[in-house]
């Protein structure tokens, strides 16, 4: 039998939108309730954290069904397996079965319930799918699949001071998002819940450049934050712990309105180290007005601008920070003709632009900035050349500082 018969057959109208309503129609024919219980999974069986479970009451007006305004439903957020199951279900009036995930744009694949598999497809919105709910009646093992295209996202639990999980708690969040030299911006947060265990999740948003991210929560005037990370293409999820710096108190209201500005405040990071894994260095780019400005901020920072001693590290460099012009740390400003490192290394490589002939080096070309594509540029400072040149990468050796590996 083909899908289409099927449907006809069983008067069934599937949706694509990302909520699934099975209408469950009974009336009051014993107090003994029913259980619905399944899993929400993806494509390749994996649990879908954030999804949603909810029972939404309706009652029949004219052979039709309507949801009674203005009753609470029955919602729980699905377990860590994905899991989720709703006990003693009172049969006072018609259900809906909904199974729904706000954060995707996805849509759902398959349902399966024993032997029958449903699949929803292409099909007009607001399609329902009705089956017969009776009392007592036991329904398990019901495997939601939906298609994820989910954004790369946070999953925290948040702990007391004493390690106790805050569960089922209304917390603040704030994340910030930098560029690797601190100096592009951006942030979301807001109200989140806990769930049992003390999880939450937090979508990030993605830009095309290099970021490091930063997250933090407040509850009751405690806070906790967790060091910037940076997110990897392809990395789905980043699973952190944030410990507050107190214990709060069980009796105190949930909070109210928006997050106070200490959250933000508290938030606020430096500009982070990013430790090579190749060499143990520690690199970090900051914002400068010339090259002596550069300088001087390296020797603050017990730093030099960067030294590039092979193509591996070069490519390292290009992909976390070569998406723009940079000072690096070789020059011949001291001997004509002479290029060295700022960190009085041997000159074992580089990396020339096209038409760079060996340097292009003349008496006015004496500092070297890195190029588009990683290639390299003899420049003079204050030329045409370095008018929008305000950023230089530094160097160290002594990763003694917070630093970030390229694979936190």
């Not at 014993?30 to 954290?49: K, W």
């Not at 990897?232 to 952190?240: I, K, M, R, S, T």
């Not at 107190?246 to 309105?257: E, H, S």
Request: proline content about 6%; glycine content about 8%.
């Amino acid at each position: 039998m083909n899908l289409q018969s099927f449907k006809q057959n069983l008067g069934v109208l599937f949706s694509v939108t990302m909520i699934l309503s099975v209408l469950v129609s009974s009336s009051v024919v014993a107090q003994q309730g029913a259980t619905i219980s399944g899993r929400v999974v993806d494509e390749l069986g994996d649990p879908v954290v954030g999804t949603s479970v909810a029972l939404h009451r309706y009652k029949a007006i004219e052979d039709d069904e309507r949801r009674v305004p203005f009753v609470p439903f029955w919602q729980k957020p699905v377990n860590l397996d994905g899991s989720f199951s709703f006990v003693n279900i009172a049969l006072t009036e018609s259900v809906s079965f909904v199974v729904e995930d706000e954060r995707t744009k996805g849509k759902i694949l398959s349902i399966q319930m024993g032997e029958l598999t449903l699949y929803p497809g292409d099909h007009p919105h607001f399609g329902k799918v009705r089956f017969s709910l009776e009392a007592g009646m036991d329904i398990e093992n019901v495997v939601i699949t939906v298609n994820t295209n989910i954004p790369p996202q946070v999953r925290a639990r948040v702990v007391s001071a004493d390690g106790t999980p805050l569960v089922n708690t209304t917390i603040y969040v704030a994340v910030q998002r930098k560029s690797l030299d601190g100096t592009g911006y951006g942030g979301s947060g807001g109200t989140r819940q806990t769930d049992a265990e003390g999880y939450f999740v937090e979508d990030l948003q993605v830009d095309d450049d290099p970021r490091f991210y930063a997250l933090g929560v407040e509850y009751q005037g405690l806070f906790a934050k967790v060091p910037p990370f940076i997110l990897h293409e392809g990395q789905p999820q980043v699973h952190l712990l944030l410990t507050l710096d107190g214990n709060p108190d069980p009796l105190a209201r949930p909070p109210v309105g928006p997050p106070s500005t200490a959250l933000t405040a508290f938030l606020d990071p430096p500009t982070v180290w990013i430790v090579n894994p190749a060499n143990g260095h520690a690199y970090k780019k900051i914002h400068c007005d010339s090259v002596v400005d550069a300088t001087a901020q390296a020797t603050a920072e017990n730093a030099y601008l960067v030294a590039i001693n092979d193509e591996v590290e070069n490519e390292w460099l290009d992909g976390i920070f070569g998406r723009e012009r940079f000072w690096i740390g070789l020059n011949d400003a001291t001997e004509e003709g002479q290029l060295v490192w700022d960190s009085g290394e041997p000159v074992t490589y580089t990396n020339w632009g096209e038409h760079e002939r060996a340097g292009d080096n003349t008496e006015v070309n004496d500092y070297v900035i890195w190029g588009f594509g990683g290639r390299w540029e003899m420049v003079a400072p204050g030329s045409s050349q370095t008018h929008f040149v305000k950023n230089a990468i530094l160097e160290r050796t002594d990763v003694s500082v917070e630093t970030l590996s390229e694979d936190d």
